[in-house]
């Protein structure tokens, strides 16, 4: 199922005041330090203090802990959360956003333990090592690593925004080449599946908030640290993405990358993958990351919920 703006219901005036006033934020606070001109040292160091702000899901319990030898943090709700997914084993390994550059579990709390309430299962947020100091195949292989100590417990959906949702796609495509089993479902928030991108449009830049190409050029440059750019491993956009697990995709209409999210669905449903598209109109680049201030990101987590609760059925 390939969604459009046009599906989705105009945005209430509460929900577009809320939705303005975090765009001037974003363009504020964030959009100046991801940037190449700030070193990233300092880009991680002011993330980190921005994401204090948010703050996680109150229903869900936090824990420290590894899988596969990759540090991370666990987020667990109560097993009556959510009733589809209540008696479904399982977990859900996220893989955060950041460039591979920066970032963390702790920066991405609200949306993983979000994710963690409205499926009912445990997400294990992962440190992936990061790039300069440990450049691409390093955050592939401790997503790989954690993929496989996870899946020893049960059905793995693995989800990831941004540069996680690349990860998450790439580490999925290196359990299939290597015959290692294979997730029940993938959760992908505003995917960056191609490097070199060759898809980013103009218009698209003049709508994102947080992000901007050389930002990104900078971050794939550091992380490829001379291998292509076009490497399946590293943009899997030009996979062979054939016999992959049901895989959901969304992005927001206003930003940067939402032509990976369309070029992504429309290569999954010509490998014969099933997969659902949203592209959510009037929201920005990994919205979902504004889970219990933004009602558009809670609307979007409770929908990839639903698809998790149909996936792990199947």
Same mark, same amino acid.
């Given at each position: 199922?390939?969604?459009?703006?046009?599906?989705?219901?105009?945005?209430?005036?509460?929900?577009?005041? !809320? @939705?303005?006033?975090?765009?001037?934020?974003?363009?504020?606070?964030?959009?100046?330090?991801?940037?190449?001109?700030?070193?990233?040292?300092?880009?991680?160091?002011?993330?980190?203090?921005?994401?204090? $702000?948010?703050?996680?899901?109150?229903?869900?319990?936090?824990?420290?802990?590894?899988?596969?030898?990759?540090?991370?943090?666990?987020?667990?709700?109560?097993?009556?959360?959510?009733?589809?997914?209540?008696?479904?084993?399982?977990?859900?390994?996220?893989?955060?956003?950041?460039?591979?550059?920066?970032?963390?579990?702790?920066?991405?709390?609200?949306?993983?333990?979000?994710?963690?309430?409205?499926?009912?299962?445990?997400?294990?947020?992962?440190?992936?090592?990061?790039?300069? =100091?440990?450049?691409? &195949?390093?955050?592939?292989?401790?997503?790989?690593?954690?993929?496989?100590?996870?899946?020893?417990?049960?059905?793995?959906?693995?989800?990831?925004?941004?540069?996680?949702?690349?990860? *998450?796609? !790439?580490?999925?495509?290196? $359990?299939?080449?290597?015959?290692?089993?294979?997730? @029940?479902?993938?959760?992908?928030?505003?995917?960056?599946?191609?490097?070199?991108?060759?898809?980013?449009?103009?218009?698209?830049?003049?709508? =994102?908030?947080?992000?901007?190409?050389?930002?990104?050029?900078?971050?794939?440059?550091?992380?490829?640290?001379? !291998?292509?750019?076009?490497?399946?491993?590293?943009?899997?956009?030009?996979?062979?993405?054939?016999?992959?697990? &049901?895989?959901?995709?969304?992005?927001? *209409?206003? =930003?940067?990358?939402?032509?990976?999210?369309?070029?992504?669905?429309?290569?999954?449903?010509?490998?014969?993958?099933?997969?659902?598209?949203?592209?959510?109109?009037?929201?920005?680049? @990994?919205?979902?990351?504004?889970?219990?201030?933004?009602?558009?990101?809670?609307? *979007?987590?409770?929908?990839?919920?639903?698809?998790?609760?149909?996936?792990?059925?199947?």
């Amino acid at each position: 199922m390939l969604c459009s703006e046009a599906e989705f219901p105009p945005l209430r005036i509460r929900e577009r005041l !809320a @939705a303005a006033i975090l765009r001037a934020g974003l363009r504020a606070t964030v959009r100046p330090i991801l940037s190449p001109k700030v070193p990233i040292v300092w880009q991680r160091w002011w993330l980190e203090k921005l994401a204090r $702000l948010i703050g996680s899901s109150g229903h869900t319990q936090l824990e420290t802990g590894a899988a596969g030898g990759v540090t991370g943090e666990w987020m667990r709700a109560p097993r009556s959360a959510a009733a589809a997914a209540a008696d479904s084993p399982g977990a859900i390994l996220y893989l955060h956003g950041g460039g591979y550059c920066v970032g963390s579990p702790s920066t991405h709390r609200a949306l993983a333990s979000r994710l963690a309430w409205a499926t009912g299962l445990s997400v294990f947020a992962a440190g992936y090592r990061l790039a300069p =100091e440990h450049p691409f &195949p390093c955050a592939l292989d401790d997503a790989v690593a954690a993929c496989r100590a996870l899946m020893q417990g049960g059905p793995l959906v693995i989800a990831g925004d941004s540069a996680g949702g690349g990860l *998450a796609l !790439a580490a999925a495509l290196y $359990l299939r080449q290597h015959q290692m089993g294979s997730a @029940a479902a993938l959760v992908l928030f505003s995917p960056w599946v191609d490097l070199t991108l060759s898809a980013i449009t103009d218009a698209a830049a003049k709508k =994102e908030v947080m992000l901007s190409t050389a930002w990104l050029s900078d971050c794939a440059r550091h992380y490829l640290a001379g !291998a292509s750019a076009s490497a399946p491993l590293a943009s899997p956009v030009f996979a062979d993405l054939r016999g992959l697990p &049901p895989t959901f995709i969304q992005a927001g *209409a206003d =930003e940067l990358l939402c032509s990976d999210a369309v070029r992504l669905a429309d290569a999954l449903v010509a490998a014969g993958v099933v997969a659902n598209r949203e592209i959510v109109p009037a929201q920005w680049h @990994a919205f979902q990351l504004h889970a219990g201030i933004l009602p558009a990101a809670n609307a *979007a987590i409770a929908r990839a919920a639903r698809f998790v609760a149909l996936a792990l059925k199947r």
